[in-house]
């Protein structure tokens, strides 16, 4: 079976596995020990409609799960999160958290929660019943993470000087600010035009008086949203991209 050839993430060589899932699909992304993307694929289904073990079946017919690794990491992306102090948050209240933020919860869903350390912060969201129970029955070792968690830990650094952060997604765009080592802001938008997203960027530097030229400005996944940095960089001047491969 899938989880017998298990925990691959044990074997000492130089190379990790990123699994990413989406509402429509899952990609794999294998890096060399400088996190040098080496490969990547990506699988086209509905994951919504498939069962647990339709999900352990097409993982399970992936070249990447014949391969070994030392480091092998789960990503999901949800769209109903929440991120709350760790100092006010509960394990048994965790829905509760999640909906004073959404009027509605998601169907058929597990509530899963990361701590967010360096921020104290917890990071809260829904996960599909069925891709829940296929990860925990076959990554059973792993943390599930959030998009947003592994976002924070891998590009937001503790820092005084304000920071927008951006994360470009198929149909969402994710923009966090901190500054002074706070979490000032999170949120997920559908933007439709770069106007749009021109718009919600310079309307939160505003409310929380953000000075848009001493600001500085990371966008991931932009590579699809050229004229959306043309615009927001009139603005804020002091920008940077990421993975565009």
């Known amino acids: 079976s899938l989880h017998d050839a298990l925990p691959i993430y044990l074997y000492n060589n130089p190379y990790s596995l990123s699994i990413r899932f989406t509402a429509d699909g899952f990609s794999l992304y294998v890096f060399d020990k400088n996190q040098k993307t080496l490969t990547s694929s990506t699988i086209e289904r509905n994951l919504t409609a498939m069962s647990e073990s339709d999900i ?28 709350v102090p760790a100092s006010v948050f509960k394990p048994e209240n965790i829905e509760d958290f999640l909906k004073f933020r959404y009027q509605e919860l998601s169907k058929n869903t597990n509530y899963l929660y990361n701590e967010l350390i360096a921020w104290n912060a917890i990071v809260i969201f829904s996960c599909n019943n069925a891709l829940y129970n296929a990860l925990n029955s076959v990554f059973p070792e792993i943390e599930t993470e959030h998009h947003l968690f592994a976002f924070f830990n891998d590009y937001i650094p503790l820092k005084k000087q304000a920071g927008l952060f951006v994360e470009f997604r198929k149909e969402f765009t994710d923009i966090m600010l901190v500054q002074n080592n706070n979490i000032l802001f999170y949120n997920s938008y559908e933007c439709k035009t770069p106007e749009d997203f021109s718009y919600y960027m310079l309307k939160i530097n505003e409310q929380h008086q953000i000075d848009n030229n001493t600001c500085n400005l990371l966008m991931s996944n932009s590579k699809k949203k050229t004229e959306y940095v043309q615009l927001i960089s009139k603005y804020i001047p002091n920008y940077e991209t990421i993975n565009e491969s």
Do not use: A, T, W
């Not at 352990?56 to 991120?83: A, D, G, H, T, Y």
């Open 56 to 83: 352990i079946e097409i993982l399970s017919e992936q070249k990447e799960f014949s391969m070994k690794f030392e480091l092998v990491r789960i990503i999901v992306e949800s769209n109903q999160f929440s991120i």
